[in-house]
């Protein structure tokens, strides 16, 4: 049993709005509400969800980017937000995070090389500029960047080859945990493909432990080993990966996994949908109990008293919802919740 | 028997004179769309594929200079002066863009935006207009329609307007709908939803649809027939079913096995080596030959035409996986190991 | 169609992309400096610029007379070729030509002097107030608020009525005076630039906050500072020659540009040539600067990319 890396605990992060004048109460926007979550060495989880879940606020306040407002994150035996502005810039040199918009995430006056080289000055200054100097090519023959590039700045490259540079930076101080936020959704299909192998390997390679944030479910499938399905701020299911995908339980899983187009007519042709109508709520008036009930095709009048507690379904497999079995009755032929034997 | 193609391109070219050389867009590209078909056009960025049906539509930047021949029921689009094709704009053939915002105004409010398509094209009277837009409002789903047509765009989420703008696009009944993208910048609920509503309308009215997208999933779900376009060419054509469980292309396999399904658990994935070509300097010969597995010294030399290799199915490709014309057919794995 | 894992060398070759970008590596100031270079209007007052420059740093040593000595052989002559006074003399016999180049010079070293203080107090300020938001940055802003209150000439004469008429205190007093609008101008900047995400990105790698501030923050600021600072440099020897036709400026017998000015205004109808050539000098320096501020923001707009 591989040891636990982070232990994620009754995460909340809120966001104080302005009332819309001066004199009225300001709104709370819970983008991550009570998320709680475990992460063993060497593992992949990946967050899914929609636009508004919370997921790339969720990374962020993991790495506390975003200060959240409660819980804890326990990060090699410390919570991390217990620790000062200093030990907290020491314990970045294990955490490393990969964004969504390839060429914003980098400065455009730095050369290559010195934005790679950037959390090596920090995390160890007593490298001479030598080392340095040879650790940034080293990393950059690791994503498959000629060293010929370092000299160059960010907005010479494609989409493609600016995520790698993201990515050297990320992987240079050597980190435990890297968070990818959306790292491919920016890109071409065909980069995507490129940079999400380049992902895996290196995942193998350096024994990296990653939180894989997608919108997009096929990538997510490829490289996680759990997914932890998010609705406005909560979790509604986490499982193993084979698991969540063949069997899902909680009512939103089932319907975003059924409304993820699969790149085959036949199957496209069979598949049952189920449909949830109308636009997510909007989080800083959230329904009340179960979050998802407003569009549910299962909700009913319990559902608006509690918040359905996230009970386990099936070994390591837990889903939010007061009507799992029921909700398990519901999973449709041909939809991608069908085993398909892996190829 | 097929009837006499809706829309027709034949050696249609793009190119954009730019202070860094000539862009050759989109190169000799011939194309059709029978009535009532829903053809998709898949292409990543560069390909050429929105660009095409911007031309169409006479949407293209000033730098930009058209040539060969589009026609909708006969008539070459490109010959029409602005104010021809405007009126056929809106009437005969619609487009409806990624952004939604592209085709609102933020500052009317969504009856007067709709009512105002039905007045200039349709000549109805005011009362006739509203009525009939709020007709369409409830058609494309929006709930509350009443309420909702009296908004701005800005109080309507992402699909919402999404569905306002394909509402705008079926007022007049237009015989072509060309979507591009559509769906991109939506959440994959929101898609779902989305793209039942136009294969119902499709159904419905029987009108054409051209769908531009990169996502190969959405084609699955919607197309009867599909265009891979590549470096501003069609690199291959068939029905979708066919073009699925057997690609002729080269380009069109790798593509398809560089994705992740989401309903497949596989170890990995294989990328495409490379990247799209420089549309200024293009390479000699086919356009793909850089990034291809299988590529011989012929394809670094000559640029294959568009040829049938099947009934009903086109690719551009010297060594094309199914050549029933010389009547053979290699697996991909087979073919130059 | 299968999906497979197999061949070890079409993945190895699909996870290298070593397309290098054409050309020389090429920096964002390098491409604004090219951009500047297609700016005829700018490159024509570049050179302008450069000659009023040179020529107030080189040209005295060139001409036989200096900008205090009396010429008794012609006093209040008019401009002419042959008695070697190109400019003409003033009242005291003064070589006009002389007195205008050393006049520039001063112009010129309170502007260069008021313009850097302004710019390194401003951008400093302006970065840290507005990267560190919140409370202190609403602090720092209500100073600058009130500083801009006060009504600045008067303060300016404030000074040199305490401290006397030196022209090293001309110079501060205009510096710190400026540095003002330099701070608002960095702070409003510094709120865009702090929300990007490759400052989101230092932050995540460990550098702390005035790292930041000095290695992200300012460099990217360098567009609007030197276009403001362009800018600047007119409005100041403006100031300059207001002051000292007010009569606060430099002392006798140096002059500034704006000291001639004032002196030639005075006499325009009887001996217009001690205004024309030090207005012509002045004009041509405001204009060429604002040809070249106009140029630098065409250059840096990030529009353009």
Same mark, same amino acid.
């Given at each position: 049993?591989a ?31 009570d998320?709680?979550?475990e ?53 970045r040199?294990d955490?490393?995070?990969i ?11 730095m ?18 500029r ?19 590039m ?43 493909a ?25 990538v ?25 995908f ?9 319907a ?28 800083v ?15 009913r009048?319990?559902?608006a008293g ?38 | ?18 202070p860094?050389?000539?862009?050759q ?14 053809l998709?056009v ?23 200079t ?5 026609r909708?029921?006969?008539r ?12 056929i ?8 863009f990624?952004?939604?915002m ?10 007067k935006q709709?009512?105002e398509?039905l ?11 509203n009525?009939?837009?709020?007709a ?11 309420r909702?047509?009296e ?11 999404q569905?306002?703008?394909?509402a ?5 009944r ?7 993208? %559509?769906?991109?910048?939506? *959440? #994959?609920?929101?898609?779902?939803? +989305?793209?039942d509503?136009?294969? &119902? /309308? !499709? ?11 990169h ?11 599909v ?9 291959e054509s ?21 994705? %992740?399904?989401?309903?497949? *658990? #596989?170890?990995?994935?294989?990328p +495409?080596?490379?990247?799209?070509? &420089? /549309? !200024?300097?293009?390479?000699t ?50 073919a130059h190991? | ?12 070759d ?11 590596p ?6 604004a ?7 005829k ?13 040179l ?6 040593f ?19 070729l042959e008695?070697g ?23 010129l ?13 401003g951008v400093?300020?302006?970065?840290t ?29 404030l ?5 006397g ?6 110079f ?10 330099m ?10 630039l ?13 550098v ?9 923050i300012?460099p ?9 600072a362009?800018?600047?440099v ?34 325009l ?5 001690l205004l024309?050539?030090?207005g012509?000098?002045?004009v041509?320096?405001l ?15 990030p529009?353009?990319?």
């Amino acid at each position: 049993m591989a040891e636990t890396l982070l232990s994620v605990e009754h995460l909340s992060t809120i966001f104080e709005l302005p009332g819309r004048t001066p004199f009225s109460a300001s709104h709370e926007l819970k983008a991550v509400n009570d998320v709680s979550f475990e992460l063993a060495a060497g593992e992949t989880l990946g967050i899914v969800g929609e636009s508004g879940c919370g997921k790339s606020t969720l990374g962020r306040s993991i790495l506390r980017l975003i200060e959240p407002t409660e819980g804890r994150i326990v990060w090699q035996g410390h919570n991390l937000r217990d620790l000062s502005p200093r030990d907290m810039r020491k314990a970045r040199r294990d955490l490393s995070i990969i964004f969504q918009d390839p060429i914003a995430s980098l400065d455009p006056r730095m050369t290559v090389a010195d934005i790679i080289a950037e959390p090596l000055r920090v995390s160890n200054p007593e490298l001479s500029r030598k080392e340095r100097r040879e650790r940034v090519q080293t990393v950059m023959e690791e994503v498959g960047l000629a060293p010929e590039m370092a000299n160059r700045y960010p907005h010479e490259f494609s989409g493609g080859q600016a995520q790698r540079i993201g990515i050297a930076r990320a992987i240079v101080t050597e980190p435990k945990l890297i968070v990818c936020d959306e790292p491919v959704s920016a890109l071409d299909v065909s980069i995507q493909a490129q940079i999400v192998s380049l992902l895996k390997r290196l995942k193998e390679r350096l024994g990296l432990t990653l939180i894989f944030i997608s919108h997009d479910l096929s990538v997510v499938r490829l490289v996680s080993d759990r997914i932890l399905v998010l609705y406005l701020g909560r979790i509604v299911e986490i499982g193993p990966r084979r698991e969540v995908f063949a069997n899902p339980v909680h009512p939103y899983t089932q319907a975003l996994l059924s409304a993820a187009p699969i790149p085959d007519p036949k199957i496209a042709r069979q598949r049952g949908r189920i449909v949830i109508e109308g636009d997510p709520p909007s989080p800083v008036n959230p329904p009340s109990g179960c979050v998802f009930r407003t569009r549910c095709p299962i909700a009913r009048e319990a559902c608006a008293g509690t918040v359905p507690p996230l009970d386990p379904v099936a070994p390591d497999h837990r889903a939010a919802c007061l009507f799992a079995e029921e909700a398990m009755q519901m999973a449709q032929p041909g939809s991608p919740s069908e085993a398909q034997p892996s190829r | 028997m097929r009837d006499a193609p809706l829309l027709a391109l034949k050696d249609y070219a793009i190119t954009f004179a730019t202070p860094d050389g000539t862009v050759q867009a989109v190169n000799g590209l011939d194309l059709s769309v029978q009535p009532g078909e829903v053809l998709a056009v898949v292409g990543e960025s560069g390909s050429g594929k929105s660009q095409t049906f911007n031309g169409v539509f006479g949407l293209l930047a000033r730098n930009a200079t058209t040539s060969g021949e589009a026609r909708l029921e006969g008539r070459n689009l490109l010959d029409l002066s602005p104010r021809e094709l405007d009126q056929i704009r809106g009437r005969d053939m619609a487009m409806v863009f990624q952004d939604p915002m592209t085709a609102l105004n933020p500052a009317m409010k969504i009856r007067k935006q709709l009512a105002e398509t039905l007045t200039v094209h349709r000549g109805l009277s005011r009362r006739e207009a509203n009525a009939e837009s709020l007709a369409i409002m409830k058609r494309v789903g929006i709930p509350e329609a009443e309420r909702r047509i009296e908004q701005y765009p800005h109080q309507l989420s992402g699909g919402m307007r999404q569905r306002v703008v394909i509402a705008m696009a079926l007022l007049c009944r237009p015989k072509l709908i060309v979507a591009d993208e %559509p769906t991109t910048a939506l *959440d #994959v609920t929101i898609q779902a939803q +989305i793209l039942d509503l136009f294969r &119902d /309308l !499709i159904a419905e009215t029987g009108t054409a649809l051209i769908l531009i997208t990169h996502d190969l999933g959405v084609v699955a779900g919607v197309a009867d027939r599909v265009a891979v376009m590549y470096a501003g060419r069609i690199v291959e054509s068939a029905e979708a079913d066919a073009l699925f469980s057997r690609p002729a292309m080269p380009y069109t396999a790798a593509l398809m096995r560089s994705i %992740p399904r989401p309903d497949q *658990d #596989v170890e990995a994935v294989e990328p +495409i080596p490379g990247r799209p070509p &420089d /549309l !200024i300097r293009p390479p000699t010969g086919c356009p793909f030959h850089p990034r291809c597995r299988f590529v011989e010294d012929r394809c670094r030399r000559e640029r294959p035409p568009l040829a049938e290799v099947a009934p009903g199915r086109q690719a551009a490709c010297w060594f094309p996986f199914i050549d029933e014309t010389a009547g053979t057919e290699t697996a991909p794995e087979a073919a130059h190991g | 169609m299968t999906l497979y894992a197999g061949k070890r060398e079409a993945l190895e070759d699909a996870f290298l992309d070593r397309d290098m970008p054409r050309g020389k590596p090429r920096s964002l100031t390098r491409d604004a400096m090219r951009r500047l270079r297609a700016n005829k209007a700018a490159v024509v007052s570049l050179f302008v610029l450069a000659f009023i420059v040179l020529a107030a740093i080189f040209a005295p040593f060139f001409i036989p007379y200096d900008y205090e000595t009396p010429d008794w052989s012609a006093f209040r002559a008019p401009p002419s070729l042959e008695s070697g006074h190109y400019f003409g003399t003033d009242q005291n016999g003064r070589d006009l030509l002389a007195r205008t180049l050393y006049g520039t010079r001063i112009s010129l070293t309170v502007a260069i002097i008021a313009t850097t203080v302004s710019v390194v107090v401003g951008v400093l300020y302006g970065a840290t107030s507005g990267f560190l938001g919140g409370r202190i940055d609403q602090a720092m802003m209500r100073f600058v608020d009130v500083m801009y209150a006060l009504p600045y000439i008067l303060f300016v004469i404030l000074l040199m009525v305490m401290f006397g008429r030196n022209v090293f205190l001309l110079f501060a007093a205009i510096g710190l005076l400026e540095w003002l609008t330099m701070a608002r101008i960095v702070r409003g900047q510094t709120l865009s630039l702090k929300e990007r995400e490759f400052i989101e990105a230092a932050r995540a790698s460990g550098v702390a906050t005035f790292p930041i501030i000095l290695r992200h923050i300012v460099p990217n600021l360098v567009g609007p500072v030197v276009i403001y600072a362009t800018l600047t440099v007119p409005e100041i020897v403006i100031t300059e020659s207001f002051l000292s036709y007010l009569g606060f400026g430099v002392q006798e017998p140096l002059t500034s540009l704006g000291t001639l000015i004032a002196e030639g205004t005075d006499v325009l109808e009887v001996m217009p040539w001690l205004l024309l050539f030090p207005g012509a000098v002045l004009v041509s320096l405001l204009l060429s600067l604002a040809f070249i501020g106009d140029g630098l923001r065409d250059a840096f707009d990030p529009k353009d990319r």
